[in-house]
Each structure stands twice: as structure tokens, then as C-alpha cells.
Antibody
């Protein structure tokens, strides 16, 4: 069955970078993309971006444009999201999820809590 | 950016009743509307995609519909105790993908 397993929680200082991983199994990795969605404490869902595991095409939310980079390693079926110049309001649970261009996310990782604090 | 507005913010009902949740888009989203359920401490779960198609394993008491190209409804009949959660709508017709602010379904 499909599984997405994310890396563990991180605590970072403002201005630092964080890289979260998402290892997929149970399906053909390159036939789907990976979305990243975050959720600040007590808040709703915010789409961060999407990457095609087939050709590496990306699309990022305007709010994080320039600070976020998504990549994939098809040899290990792993997706990565890096956020640079972290700010306290980047504190959130970050989820990866399997999805396609016009198909919503049907399998989700367990989430990675990123805390940004001085 | 397409804005999705969900109503009500909170819905208080009893088990066995029917819940009706609404989602209004700021423009036509070509039926690329999905609904997710989220329980505390858990990742979201896909319920409905393309307005009215149930995701794998979703009970038939969950159904989606549209009243127009911008107005959408999630209906949950015969509420079970495990249905009390937060529900989000999502559009992916146009980048960026956007979510509604959520409707909290609570036990009355």
C-alpha cells in the first residue's frame, strides 16, 4: 500500500534553512507529483507548492516564492522541500502528499513540525 | 488567486443528523473542487474530488454536489461520532491551489 514517511521535527533559528524529506513507497513514484501543505498551530491548511516526480516541474505559492525549493530523487523515491531564511511565522506542521496536476492529494505523510524560534 | 469561502464556520449537530457544509469560489473552478476531513493530530484525508466523486474507501454517507459553477456542498447523512472534525474545501483549477478556511463540525 501507499506510504509517505517524512523526516523528523526540526527547531531552527530565524534566518536558518530547513530541508524536509518525504519518502514514498507502494506506487510508481514518477507517475505522480508531490504536494507540500503546511498548517500553522491552530490554523487552516496552506498550500506550499507541488513538484512533478516525472519531470521535476514545480509550482510554488507566491508567499514563499524565492525561499522554497522542491526537489525529488527518483532513485530513492524521495521528495524534498527546503525553506530558506526562516521566519517565526514559518512555524507549522509541514505535510507532503501524493497528487497530480488536476487531482487532489490522496495519500499524506504524517507531517513534520518545523519550529522557528530564537 | 481564487478565494474559497466556507460556511458556516462552526456547525453543531447530533449523531444521526445530516450536515450540510458550503464552499463558495470567487470564480469558476471548472469542477476541480475537493473536500478533506481533518481530525486533531492527524493529516487531512481526501473525501471527495471533482465535486462529487468519492475517494477510495469513503462511506456513501459523504456526498458532494454543486449548485452552480461557484457554489459547492458537502453533505454528510446520518452523522457518526467519528465524523466530527474540521472540513476543508480545495480548488486546483488555477494555480495557486487554495483551501477554504474550514468548517468545524462539532457534537451538539
Amino acid at each position: 500500500q501507499v506510504h509517505l514517511v517524512q523526516s523528523g521535527g526540526e527547531v531552527k533559528k530565524p534566518g536558518a534553512s530547513v530541508k524536509v524529506s518525504c519518502k514514498a513507497s507502494g506506487y510508481s513514484f514518477t507517475t505522480y507529483g508531490i504536494s507540500w501543505v503546511r498548517q500553522a498551530p491552530g490554523q487552516g491548511l496552506e498550500w506550499v507548492g507541488w513538484i512533478s516526480a516525472y519531470n521535476g516541474k514545480t509550482n510554488y505559492a507566491q508567499r514563499l516564492q524565492g525561499r522554497v525549493t522542491m526537489t525529488t530523487d527518483i532513485s530513492t523515491s524521495t521528495a524534498y522541500m527546503e525553506v530558506r531564511s526562516l521566519r517565526p511565522d514559518d512555524t507549522a506542521m509541514y505535510y507532503c502528499a501524493r497528487g497530480r496536476w488536476l487531482q487532489p492529494e490522496d495519500y499524506w505523510g504524517q507531517g513534520t513540525l518545523v519550529t522557528v524560534s530564537s | 488567486e481564487i478565494l474559497l469561502t466556507q460556511s458556516p464556520v462552526t456547525l453543531s449537530l447530533s449523531p444521526g443528523e445530516t450536515a450540510t457544509l458550503s464552499c463558495r469560489a470567487s470564480q469558476n473552478i471548472n469542477r476541480y473542487l475537493a473536500w478533506f476531513q481533518q481530525k486533531p493530530g492527524q493529516a487531512p484525508r481526501l473525501l471527495i474530488y471533482d465535486v462529487s466523486s468519492r475517494a477510495t474507501g469513503i462511506p456513501v454517507r459523504f456526498s458532494g454536489s454543486s449548485g452552480s459553477e461557484t457554489d459547492f456542498t458537502l453533505t454528510i447523512t446520518s452523522l457518526e461520532p467519528e465524523d466530527f472534525a474540521i472540513y476543508y474545501c480545495q480548488q486546483r483549477s488555477t494555480w495557486p491551489v487554495t483551501f477554504g478556511q474550514g468548517t468545524r463540525l462539532e457534537i451538539k
